[in-house]
């Protein structure tokens, strides 16, 4: 399956929190990624809002493969569509993957792991009604 029409196919699956007044086209060309420094390579492109923002946001985001996120929480919920890769989720010691093709909506404040596996690069759609945030929290022992 081509990353372009993932990349459709994801976008018209969430009903936005941002009403379109406008057509919105994105094509894999146009997007613009942008590096979140200090996260060993996550980079996102904004379709609609801006994830590291004020607002709603409507964002593609690329996890490297291997990369591991420490324990932590949301503000909010976060519903995501798994586009390549697989992403996984640890909640109350039980891992879930998400291989491409998935959706998943962790529940704000949801104490948890996640990341993506080795071997693919994943990514990601996701939505959320202001910025996005991870909150670290003490790592279980």
């Known amino acids: 399956m081509k990353i372009a029409i993932l990349l459709s196919t994801a976008a018209i699956l969430f009903s936005s929190p941002l009403p379109a007044s406008k057509p919105i086209s994105w094509p ?24 590291t923002g004020k607002g709603p946001y409507e964002a593609f985001v690329v996890f490297p493969a291997g990369k591991d996120n420490p324990f ?25 993957e998400y291989p491409a093709g998935s959706f998943y909506d962790l529940p704000a404040k949801l104490p948890h792991y996640s990341g993506c596996n080795k071997g693919e690069d994943c ?10 945030d991870l909150v670290p929290l003490e790592q279980k022992k």
Not at 28 to 51: F, H, M, Q, S
Not at 79 to 86: E, F, I, Y
Not at 123 to 132: E, K, P, T, V
Request: proline share 3%; no cysteine.
């Open 123 to 132: 990514l990601l759609f996701q939505y959320q009604a202001d910025h996005f």
């Open 72 to 96: 932590h929480t949301h503000s909010q919920s976060l519903p995501t569509v798994v586009l390549k890769g697989t992403f996984y989720a640890v909640i109350d010691g039980k891992r879930v």
């Open 28 to 51: 894999t060309a146009d997007l613009k990624w942008v590096e979140i420094p200090g996260t060993g390579g996550i980079k996102y492109a904004n379709v609609r809002g801006n994830l």
